[in-house]
């Protein structure tokens, strides 16, 4: 796989390489190594307060992404779901896998994607971050099978978790 390097300029004019794998803070100040960006600390105690979310965060992970998830729990079963968050600090929205349906949407004017998976019973929001990078908020639900009525779950989580993202 090919990494894009980011610049950033020490004089104008002279283009110096900077991290791999990093994207500019959300300040403009100094590059954030999105290996170290951890998904659990994007759901600060206002989102898990606005959102619902009860319990402690149920770390995990794959080879290509660092995730957590949480239980929102709104009044019912058939309201409730599981939403989950995971950084992508080496594939970005081309590498986007979904078995349903997928749209660009734009959120807190970042360019994302929101796209259907595991056959269709999970909505997921894919926030870029930078070209090759990206954070996935997915919905899912044991009482709702189809994926597309989660959407507005993982939409509304996505844009509170998009202010927190460098």
């Known amino acids: 796989?090919?990494?894009?390097?980011?610049?950033?300029?020490?004089?104008?004019?002279?283009?110096?390489?900077?991290?791999?794998?990093?994207?500019?803070?959300?300040?403009?100040?100094?590059?954030?190594?999105?290996?170290?960006?951890?998904?659990?600390?994007?759901?600060?105690?206002?989102?898990?307060?606005?959102?619902?979310?009860?319990?402690?965060?149920?770390?995990?992970?794959?080879?290509?992404?660092?995730?957590?998830?949480?239980?929102?729990?709104?009044?019912?079963?058939?309201?409730?779901?599981?939403?989950?968050?995971?950084?992508?600090?080496?594939?970005?929205?081309?590498?986007?896998s979904a078995s349903g349906g997928v749209a660009d949407v734009e959120i807190g004017g970042r360019r994302a994607l929101r796209s259907l998976r595991l056959n269709g019973t999970v909505c997921a929001i894919s926030l870029e971050l930078t070209a090759t990078s990206r954070v996935d908020v997915q919905a899912n639900s044991a009482t709702q099978r189809d994926g597309a009525l989660l959407c507005p779950r993982a939409e509304e989580a996505a844009g509170l978790i998009e202010a927190e993202l460098p």
Not at 3 to 21: I, N, R, Y
């Open 1 to 96: 796989m090919v990494l894009a390097a980011a610049c950033t300029s020490g004089e104008a004019g002279q283009p110096v390489p900077g991290e791999v794998g990093a994207a500019p803070s959300a300040s403009g100040s100094a590059p954030v190594d999105l290996v170290d960006l951890d998904p659990c600390a994007l759901v600060t105690p206002s989102i898990r307060s606005r959102l619902g979310v009860r319990g402690e965060a149920d770390e995990g992970g794959t080879a290509s992404a660092r995730s957590c998830q949480w239980t929102v729990e709104r009044g019912s079963a058939r309201d409730s779901y599981v939403l989950g968050v995971a950084v992508f600090p080496t594939l970005g929205l081309d590498e986007v």
